[in-house]
Nanobody
Framework: VQLQASGGGSVQAGGSTRLSCTAS????????VGWFRQVPGKEREGVSC????????YYADSVRGRFIILRDNLEKTVYLQMDRLAPEDTAVYYC????????????????????WGEGTQVTVSS
């Protein structure tokens, strides 16, 4: 499974942007896809994850109500719609997927994500 992330860039505070994560490969060996972010000097943290099966979602407290995660299983793509962005959302965002062999819940635990995409920078200026 390869994950390709796109989107992000520079945004003004209060603005919006959308990240996309598209999986490729012949085998769908995952059932949870999500987004994590990292700033220099800090640990990578879970932002939002979604079950590709039943659509269960997880949101970090810091983004709940501002970000929405969506899935398109036919396109094997997961989107993260990011609204009302704030400077503290500035980070490198990584797309990740959890292999089927791992426990589904909790959805967004870093250690169980087995597939990772390249990071994409989101910079929010005040």
């Amino acid at each position: 499974v390869q994950l390709q992330a796109s989107g992000g860039g520079s945004v003004q505070a209060g603005g919006s942007t959308r990240l996309s994560c598209t999986a490729s490969g012949d085998t769908v060996d995952y059932d949870v896809v999500g987004w994590f972010r990292q700033v220099p000097g800090k640990e990578r943290e879970g932002v939002s994850c979604i079950s590709t099966g039943d659509g269960s979602t997880y949101y970090a407290d810091s983004v709940r109500g501002r970000f929405i995660i969506l899935r398109d299983n036919l396109e094997k793509t997961v989107y993260l719609q990011m609204d009302r962005l704030a400077p503290e959302d500035t980070a490198v965002y990584y797309c990740a997927a959890k292999p089927l062999r791992r426990q589904r819940f909790p959805l967004c635990n870093l250690q169980d994500m087995g597939y990772w995409g390249e990071g994409t920078q989101v910079t929010v200026s005040s």
